[in-house]
């Protein structure tokens, strides 16, 4: 065959074949736990408490997105919106978290990212903490000893009544993972315990009366509960990481990869190594950060050992806002918030807007920043744009246009809906932002506080009132008649 003909061949089935003339990206999702937006030193110029060089120098490579937001103020509701593009409020999970031995709550017909990427040809993998349900299998003649649970999500089973002679079913392989290395829940709650590919690595035969179980939620606590006899709370985000390095070392050049990476960090307990105690200005805390940090220099470096980097998109974020108390910003001197009000759980900012941070060296402009209202309900729909696939229906958008920088704001008809910890909704539209209810609506007292007169809601204008300072619901009836008309017009969609 005469070269002369092989090119026009080559360009043709390149323009029938879009992925021979330029390779699928790879993706990579890091989710960090309880993180807060002002834990991030780019993110807070002001703090000095805690260093998060690795963080920053993937902001400093790619672009840094300054009104992001979690669909949730805690972590299993916003993990659900992340997989789905769906607002958790329409899961059978409304309101709170699930636990270690909670059934799975993502539906079976539903699709998620890694079912979406598998079946465009993509490797997927999630190396982490889950926190959104397996289905356990469990011991004959207990089926009629599972109790219901107070949020309503199918069964809450009990250690008793598991058979850990069996795989459960549901969880990541049931939703589009090909593989699979997890924890089940929250590093806080039993069973402490790994699966991998839906497998026991140990069973969890031993006990931990649990740790700092009058601290609050703070420090090195856990929840006593069974767990695998080797099982060291110290060692988990290393675990994770070792096991991310191995997922991207087994990757084939040909084949692209998905891989979700949610840490169980700095969510409790905060147990940074040795190599990392006294490395902040604050406390276990800072310094359980600090760790996190150097955990994704670890992956970074992989990528880039792997010839990897190039053609990977990778996406640095978080789950929710901190659990960082008022005592704890008096006491070290740092807001892991940042500027914004409240804390995790909350409908104030610092509840739900979070530091996220995409690089992608072939798209994205290094040193870039949008101010773009954006949401991680957006994953789905933007690797969809990405893939030159037609979005499905869910409750957000593509940022696709944002990262290329082909525009520089979502639509202005759209608009994004939070929940807190106690199940408030919030919605925001451009500068304004409607709470529908009193008090912080998570962990932030007064958390629910009773309508006085004729307020009922919140409503502020982050433009102007950036700390929310100021109810302007008898200011501006009109606008709370129209943000209560939009979120209603939200909850109606089917």
């Known amino acids: 065959m005469k070269t002369s003909f092989i090119f026009p061949l080559l360009l043709g089935m390149s323009l029938v074949f879009p992925s021979l003339a330029q390779k699928k990206p790879n993706i990579i999702y890091i989710l960090a736990d309880d993180l807060g937006y002002g834990d991030i030193s780019i993110y807070n110029p002001k703090g000095d408490k805690v260093a998060t060089p690795h963080i920053d120098q993937l902001a400093k490579e790619g672009m840094r997105f300054l009104d992001a937001h979690s669909a949730s103020g805690v972590c299993t509701p916003s993990r659900y919106a992340i997989m789905t593009g769906q607002y958790p409020f329409r899961s059978k999970l409304p309101v709170g978290v699930l636990r270690g031995y909670s059934r799975s709550l993502i539906e079976k017909e539903r699709m998620t990212v890694a079912s979406f990427l598998k079946s465009q040809g993509y490797q997927t993998g999630v190396v982490g903490k889950w926190h959104l349900g397996l289905d356990w299998a469990v011991k004959a003649g207990f089926e009629g000893n599972i109790t219901q649970v107070n949020y309503g999500i199918k069964e809450e089973m009990k250690p008793e009544h598991i058979d850990f002679d069996q795989d459960p079913t549901g969880g990541p392989a049931a939703v589009g993972f090909d ?12 069973p402490y315990c790994y699966l991998e590919n839906q497998h026991l690595v140990e069973k969890p035969t031993g006990y931990t009366d649990g740790n700092k179980l009058t601290t609050g939620y703070t420090g090195p606590f856990w929840r006593e509960g069974k767990m695998a006899p080797s099982f060291d709370f110290y060692g988990v985000m290393p675990r994770f990481i070792d096991k991310s390095n191995e997922f991207l070392a087994r990757q084939k050049p040909n084949k692209p990869f998905f891989l979700y990476i949610p840490f169980s960090g700095p969510h409790t307990p905060w147990v940074p190594q040795n190599k990392f105690k006294g490395s902040s200005k604050a406390g276990e805390y800072g310094d359980f950060v600090q760790q996190v940090d150097a955990s994704v220099g670890q992956l970074m470096k992989t990528l880039d050992s792997l010839g990897l980097k190039e053609n990977t998109i990778v996406i640095f974020t978080s789950d929710n806002g901190p659990y960082w108390r008022e005592n704890f910003v008096k006491e070290f001197q740092h807001q892991a918030a940042g500027e914004w009000r409240g ?102 007292d007064p958390r629910n506080v009773k309508a006085t007169n004729h307020i009922t809601g919140q409503l502020f204008n982050l433009k102007l009132d950036p700390k929310e300072s100021e109810n302007l619901f008898e200011k501006y009836p009109e606008k709370v008649s129209e943000m209560r008309a939009l979120l209603q017009r939200i909850k109606n969609v089917e």
Not at 374 to 401: E, H, M, R, W
Request: a positive charge; one cysteine or more; charged letters at 20%.
């Open 179 to 190: 593989y699979s290395y997890i924890l089940p829940a929250s590093l806080d709650m039993p």
């Open 343 to 444: 804390m995790k759980g909350d409908a104030f900012e610092a509840g739900h807007r979070i530091p996220f941070i995409v690089r992608w060296p072939k798209k994205v402009k290094a040193k870039s920043t949008s101010h773009a209202l954006v949401s991680q309900t957006s994953l789905l729909a933007t690797c969809q744009q990405i893939l030159g696939q037609s979005t499905s229906k869910n409750d957000s958008y593509g940022i696709y246009p944002l990262l290329t920088q082909k525009s520089k704001d979502i639509p202005e008809q759209e608009a994004l809906v939070f929940t807190t910890s106690i199940g408030y909704l919030v919605v925001r539209q451009g500068e304004w932002k409607w709470v529908e209810g009193l008090g912080s609506g998570g962990f932030t």
